[in-house]
Protein backbone atom coordinates (compact mmCIF):
# COMPACT_ATOMS: atom_id res chain seq x y z
CA UNK A 1 0.00 0.00 0.00
CA UNK A 2 1.80 3.52 -1.13
CA UNK A 3 1.58 6.90 0.90
CA UNK A 4 -1.36 8.10 -0.85
CA UNK A 5 -3.73 4.61 -0.75
CA UNK A 6 -2.81 4.23 3.09
CA UNK A 7 -4.31 8.14 3.75
CA UNK A 8 -7.08 7.57 1.93
CA UNK A 9 -7.89 4.29 3.75
CA UNK A 10 -7.24 6.35 6.96
CA UNK A 11 -9.67 9.13 6.52
CA UNK A 12 -12.07 7.02 4.94
CA UNK A 13 -12.83 5.24 7.99
CA UNK A 14 -12.41 7.85 10.70
CA UNK A 15 -9.41 5.80 12.84
CA UNK A 16 -6.65 6.65 14.35
CA UNK A 17 -3.84 6.29 11.64
CA UNK A 18 -0.42 7.01 11.09
CA UNK A 19 0.93 8.51 7.72
CA UNK A 20 3.79 10.17 7.71
CA UNK A 21 6.30 11.66 4.51
CA UNK A 22 9.31 9.16 5.56
CA UNK A 23 7.85 6.16 7.60
CA UNK A 24 8.97 3.06 6.73
CA UNK A 25 6.07 1.53 7.83
CA UNK A 26 2.51 2.56 9.11
CA UNK A 27 3.04 1.47 12.83
CA UNK A 28 1.97 3.94 15.54
CA UNK A 29 4.59 5.96 17.15
CA UNK A 30 4.35 7.55 20.21
CA UNK A 31 7.80 9.49 19.15
CA UNK A 32 6.35 10.71 16.00
CA UNK A 33 4.36 14.52 16.45
CA UNK A 34 0.93 14.28 15.82
CA UNK A 35 -1.13 15.81 13.67
CA UNK A 36 -4.97 16.17 14.18
CA UNK A 37 -7.68 15.98 11.47
CA UNK A 38 -11.29 17.09 10.46
CA UNK A 39 -12.79 17.10 7.51
CA UNK A 40 -15.65 19.36 8.55
CA UNK A 41 -14.32 23.05 8.59
CA UNK A 42 -16.46 25.00 10.98
CA UNK A 43 -16.31 27.24 14.00
CA UNK A 44 -16.82 24.55 16.49
CA UNK A 45 -14.58 21.77 15.20
CA UNK A 46 -11.81 24.21 14.83
CA UNK A 47 -12.11 24.72 18.45
CA UNK A 48 -12.47 20.58 18.88
CA UNK A 49 -8.69 20.92 16.85
CA UNK A 50 -7.53 23.52 19.25
CA UNK A 51 -8.43 21.27 22.60
CA UNK A 52 -7.06 18.11 20.70
CA UNK A 53 -3.66 19.26 20.56
CA UNK A 54 -3.58 19.85 24.28
CA UNK A 55 -1.68 22.74 24.66
CA UNK A 56 -3.28 25.89 26.72
CA UNK A 57 -2.04 28.91 25.31
CA UNK A 58 -1.71 31.45 28.26
CA UNK A 59 -1.57 34.93 29.05
CA UNK A 60 -1.31 37.55 26.58
CA UNK A 61 -2.26 35.40 23.24
CA UNK A 62 -1.55 36.65 19.83
CA UNK A 63 -3.62 35.04 17.08
CA UNK A 64 -1.18 35.10 13.53
CA UNK A 65 -3.74 35.57 10.64
CA UNK A 66 -3.05 36.75 6.91
CA UNK A 67 -5.65 39.63 6.74
CA UNK A 68 -5.63 39.41 3.40
CA UNK A 69 -4.73 41.87 0.20
CA UNK A 70 -8.27 43.83 -0.48
CA UNK A 71 -9.73 42.32 -3.59
CA UNK A 72 -9.12 39.01 -2.65
CA UNK A 73 -11.79 36.68 -0.83
CA UNK A 74 -9.90 33.80 0.03
CA UNK A 75 -8.60 34.22 3.45
CA UNK A 76 -9.94 32.66 6.75
CA UNK A 77 -12.76 35.01 7.30
CA UNK A 78 -12.82 37.08 11.05
CA UNK A 79 -16.77 35.52 11.71
CA UNK A 80 -15.30 32.33 11.62
CA UNK A 81 -12.35 32.45 13.56
CA UNK A 82 -14.37 34.69 16.72
CA UNK A 83 -15.37 31.68 18.61
CA UNK A 84 -12.04 30.11 18.88
CA UNK A 85 -10.25 34.27 19.32
CA UNK A 86 -12.86 35.01 22.09
CA UNK A 87 -11.92 31.50 24.07
CA UNK A 88 -8.26 32.57 23.93
CA UNK A 89 -9.15 36.36 24.95
CA UNK A 90 -6.51 36.52 21.72
CA UNK A 91 -5.18 39.64 19.86
CA UNK A 92 -5.34 39.23 15.93
CA UNK A 93 -1.63 40.29 15.08
CA UNK A 94 -0.21 40.95 11.38
CA UNK A 95 3.02 42.70 10.06
CA UNK A 96 3.20 45.19 6.93
CA UNK A 97 4.45 44.00 3.63
CA UNK A 98 7.21 44.34 1.95
CA UNK A 99 5.12 45.30 -1.08
CA UNK A 100 3.21 47.94 -2.69
CA UNK A 101 -0.31 47.31 -2.23
CA UNK A 102 -2.74 48.21 0.57
CA UNK A 103 -0.94 46.73 3.33
CA UNK A 104 2.69 48.17 3.26
CA UNK A 105 2.28 51.00 6.25
CA UNK A 106 0.47 50.27 9.02
CA UNK A 107 -2.17 53.04 8.17
CA UNK A 108 -3.15 51.38 4.63
CA UNK A 109 -2.92 47.57 6.69
CA UNK A 110 -5.20 49.03 9.38
CA UNK A 111 -7.83 50.51 7.11
CA UNK A 112 -7.96 46.98 5.05
CA UNK A 113 -8.34 44.81 8.45
CA UNK A 114 -11.21 46.99 8.89
CA UNK A 115 -12.37 46.18 5.87
CA UNK A 116 -12.49 42.29 6.11
CA UNK A 117 -14.05 42.76 9.33
CA UNK A 118 -11.36 41.67 11.71
CA UNK A 119 -11.80 44.70 14.07
CA UNK A 120 -15.02 43.62 14.90
CA UNK A 121 -13.98 40.38 16.28
CA UNK A 122 -11.00 41.24 18.38
CA UNK A 123 -7.91 43.91 19.12
CA UNK A 124 -5.82 44.08 16.35
CA UNK A 125 -2.39 44.73 16.29
CA UNK A 126 0.35 45.48 13.25
CA UNK A 127 3.39 44.33 15.33
CA UNK A 128 5.61 46.39 13.32
CA UNK A 129 3.86 49.33 13.51
CA UNK A 130 6.45 50.59 15.93
CA UNK A 131 9.66 48.87 14.38
CA UNK A 132 11.27 45.19 14.80
CA UNK A 133 13.36 43.58 16.58
CA UNK A 134 15.88 41.08 15.93
CA UNK A 135 15.92 37.18 16.82
CA UNK A 136 19.00 35.16 16.15
CA UNK A 137 18.67 31.97 14.28
CA UNK A 138 20.42 29.30 15.48
CA UNK A 139 22.86 27.48 12.94
CA UNK A 140 21.03 29.58 10.15
CA UNK A 141 22.17 28.38 6.86
CA UNK A 142 20.94 31.72 4.78
CA UNK A 143 19.87 34.22 7.77
CA UNK A 144 21.96 34.20 11.21
CA UNK A 145 19.09 37.39 12.35
CA UNK A 146 15.44 37.77 11.71
CA UNK A 147 13.71 40.71 11.19
CA UNK A 148 10.27 40.30 13.34
CA UNK A 149 7.57 43.27 14.56
CA UNK A 150 8.58 44.64 17.89
CA UNK A 151 5.43 43.98 19.53
CA UNK A 152 5.99 40.43 19.25
CA UNK A 153 7.53 40.99 23.01
CA UNK A 154 4.38 41.86 24.27
CA UNK A 155 2.85 38.55 23.83
CA UNK A 156 3.12 35.45 26.17
CA UNK A 157 1.91 32.69 23.59
CA UNK A 158 0.95 32.54 19.87
CA UNK A 159 -1.41 30.58 18.14
CA UNK A 160 -0.27 30.41 14.36
CA UNK A 161 -4.04 30.19 12.31
CA UNK A 162 -3.30 29.74 8.64
CA UNK A 163 -4.73 29.15 5.29
CA UNK A 164 -3.33 26.74 3.53
CA UNK A 165 -3.33 27.64 -0.29
CA UNK A 166 -0.72 27.70 -3.01
CA UNK A 167 2.07 30.19 -3.80
CA UNK A 168 3.43 32.47 -6.39
CA UNK A 169 7.20 32.40 -5.01
CA UNK A 170 6.72 29.52 -2.60
CA UNK A 171 4.87 26.84 -3.78
CA UNK A 172 2.45 26.88 -1.06
CA UNK A 173 2.15 29.18 2.03
CA UNK A 174 1.59 27.05 5.15
CA UNK A 175 2.04 27.89 8.78
CA UNK A 176 5.55 27.71 8.20
CA UNK A 177 4.84 30.61 5.51
CA UNK A 178 3.05 32.18 8.11
CA UNK A 179 5.58 32.15 10.99
CA UNK A 180 8.37 32.70 9.07
CA UNK A 181 7.01 35.89 6.43
CA UNK A 182 4.04 36.57 7.90
CA UNK A 183 6.40 37.67 11.85
CA UNK A 184 8.92 39.18 9.91
CA UNK A 185 8.58 43.12 9.94
CA UNK A 186 8.52 45.18 6.25
CA UNK A 187 12.25 44.86 6.07
CA UNK A 188 12.43 41.27 7.21
CA UNK A 189 10.06 40.03 5.00
CA UNK A 190 12.29 41.52 2.43
CA UNK A 191 15.61 40.42 4.07
CA UNK A 192 14.15 36.87 4.08
CA UNK A 193 13.00 36.85 0.31
CA UNK A 194 16.48 38.12 -0.64
CA UNK A 195 18.19 35.46 1.90
CA UNK A 196 20.05 38.17 3.82
CA UNK A 197 20.13 40.75 1.04
CA UNK A 198 16.89 42.76 1.23
CA UNK A 199 18.19 43.83 -2.77
CA UNK A 200 17.83 40.49 -3.94
CA UNK A 201 14.26 40.41 -2.83
CA UNK A 202 12.80 39.56 -5.92
CA UNK A 203 16.22 37.85 -7.55
CA UNK A 204 16.99 35.33 -5.04
CA UNK A 205 17.64 31.93 -6.00
CA UNK A 206 14.47 29.99 -4.54
CA UNK A 207 15.75 27.35 -2.34
CA UNK A 208 18.13 29.76 -0.89
CA UNK A 209 15.11 31.84 -0.21
CA UNK A 210 13.01 28.58 0.99
CA UNK A 211 15.67 27.92 3.53
CA UNK A 212 15.71 31.34 4.55
CA UNK A 213 12.43 30.77 5.72
CA UNK A 214 12.95 28.30 7.64
CA UNK A 215 15.80 29.82 9.30
CA UNK A 216 13.48 32.50 10.05
CA UNK A 217 11.09 29.71 11.31
CA UNK A 218 13.81 28.35 13.61
CA UNK A 219 14.32 31.59 15.48
CA UNK A 220 10.63 32.34 16.01
CA UNK A 221 10.25 28.58 17.53
CA UNK A 222 12.99 29.01 20.16
CA UNK A 223 12.06 32.78 20.98
CA UNK A 224 8.63 31.25 21.48
CA UNK A 225 9.60 28.07 22.95
CA UNK A 226 6.56 25.69 23.53
CA UNK A 227 4.12 28.68 23.95
CA UNK A 228 2.92 28.25 20.22
CA UNK A 229 0.54 26.19 18.37
CA UNK A 230 -0.68 25.67 15.22
CA UNK A 231 -3.70 25.19 13.18
CA UNK A 232 -3.73 24.76 9.32
CA UNK A 233 -7.35 25.16 7.32
CA UNK A 234 -7.46 23.72 3.76
CA UNK A 235 -10.83 25.53 2.47
CA UNK A 236 -10.89 27.50 -0.87
CA UNK A 237 -6.85 26.60 -1.78
CA UNK A 238 -6.19 28.79 -4.69
CA UNK A 239 -2.83 28.82 -6.19
CA UNK A 240 -2.42 32.19 -5.16
CA UNK A 241 -1.78 33.82 -1.92
CA UNK A 242 -3.86 35.32 0.01
CA UNK A 243 -1.80 38.47 -0.25
CA UNK A 244 -2.63 38.19 -3.95
CA UNK A 245 -5.44 41.06 -5.33
CA UNK A 246 -7.25 39.03 -7.70
CA UNK A 247 -6.14 35.40 -6.79
CA UNK A 248 -6.77 32.40 -9.31
CA UNK A 249 -9.86 30.67 -8.58
CA UNK A 250 -9.03 27.72 -6.00
CA UNK A 251 -9.62 24.53 -8.17
CA UNK A 252 -9.39 21.79 -5.51
CA UNK A 253 -11.79 20.88 -3.03
CA UNK A 254 -12.28 21.86 0.15
CA UNK A 255 -10.30 19.14 2.42
CA UNK A 256 -10.39 19.75 5.98
CA UNK A 257 -8.76 21.25 8.70
CA UNK A 258 -5.55 19.93 10.21
CA UNK A 259 -3.45 20.99 14.11
CA UNK A 260 -0.78 19.88 15.61
CA UNK A 261 2.37 21.31 18.04
CA UNK A 262 4.77 20.67 15.69
CA UNK A 263 4.51 22.95 12.51
CA UNK A 264 6.82 20.60 9.93
CA UNK A 265 4.47 17.73 10.35
CA UNK A 266 1.61 19.98 9.87
CA UNK A 267 2.71 21.36 6.78
CA UNK A 268 3.95 18.08 5.46
CA UNK A 269 0.28 16.75 6.46
CA UNK A 270 -1.28 19.20 3.87
CA UNK A 271 1.15 18.74 1.19
CA UNK A 272 0.19 14.52 1.76
CA UNK A 273 -3.53 15.61 1.64
CA UNK A 274 -3.22 17.37 -1.78
CA UNK A 275 -1.37 14.97 -3.56
CA UNK A 276 -3.93 12.40 -1.91
CA UNK A 277 -7.07 14.08 -2.95
CA UNK A 278 -9.17 12.41 -5.53
CA UNK A 279 -9.85 15.48 -6.86
CA UNK A 280 -8.91 15.77 -10.29
CA UNK A 281 -8.29 19.71 -9.63
CA UNK A 282 -5.33 18.77 -7.39
CA UNK A 283 -3.03 18.92 -10.34
CA UNK A 284 -2.74 23.30 -10.65
CA UNK A 285 -2.00 23.56 -7.03
CA UNK A 286 0.53 20.31 -7.14
CA UNK A 287 1.87 22.46 -9.78
CA UNK A 288 2.50 25.19 -8.58
CA UNK A 289 4.22 23.19 -5.59
CA UNK A 290 6.44 21.55 -7.55
CA UNK A 291 7.31 24.45 -9.92
CA UNK A 292 8.44 26.35 -7.10
CA UNK A 293 10.17 23.50 -5.16
CA UNK A 294 7.55 24.15 -1.98
CA UNK A 295 8.31 21.04 -0.07
CA UNK A 296 12.26 22.40 -0.19
CA UNK A 297 10.83 24.38 3.40
CA UNK A 298 9.63 21.68 5.03
CA UNK A 299 13.22 19.71 4.17
CA UNK A 300 15.10 22.68 5.19
CA UNK A 301 13.07 23.22 8.16
CA UNK A 302 13.81 19.73 9.33
CA UNK A 303 17.16 19.34 8.90
CA UNK A 304 17.33 22.51 11.17
CA UNK A 305 15.26 21.02 14.18
CA UNK A 306 12.15 23.18 13.58
CA UNK A 307 9.86 20.05 13.47
CA UNK A 308 9.78 16.25 12.10
CA UNK A 309 8.33 15.28 8.42
CA UNK A 310 7.42 11.93 9.69
CA UNK A 311 4.18 11.82 11.75
CA UNK A 312 1.16 10.10 13.42
CA UNK A 313 -1.70 11.48 11.70
CA UNK A 314 -4.99 11.53 14.23
CA UNK A 315 -8.39 11.37 12.68
CA UNK A 316 -10.93 13.14 14.71
CA UNK A 317 -14.08 12.45 12.38
CA UNK A 318 -16.06 14.46 10.48
Known amino acids: MDRSEFIKKTLALGALGVFGSASKSFAADESKPKVYFTKTISPEKLAKLYKAMGRELKGRVAVKVHSGEPGGHNFIKPEFMKPL ?61 NYVGSHLENYDSMLVLS ?80 CNSN ?22 ACVDLVYASEDKGKASLIRRIEEKHGIHTVEAAEALGVGKRDYELVNLGA
Open 85 to 145: VDSLKGTIVECNTAYPGRRNTTEKHLEAVREHGFTKIADVDIMDSEGEMELPVANGRRIKV
Open 163 to 242: HFKGHQMGGFGGALKNMSIGIASSHGKAYIHGAGDVDRMWTCEQDMFLEAMADADKSVMDYMKSNIAFINVMKDMSVDCD
Open 247 to 268: PAAPEIADIGMLASLDLVALDQ
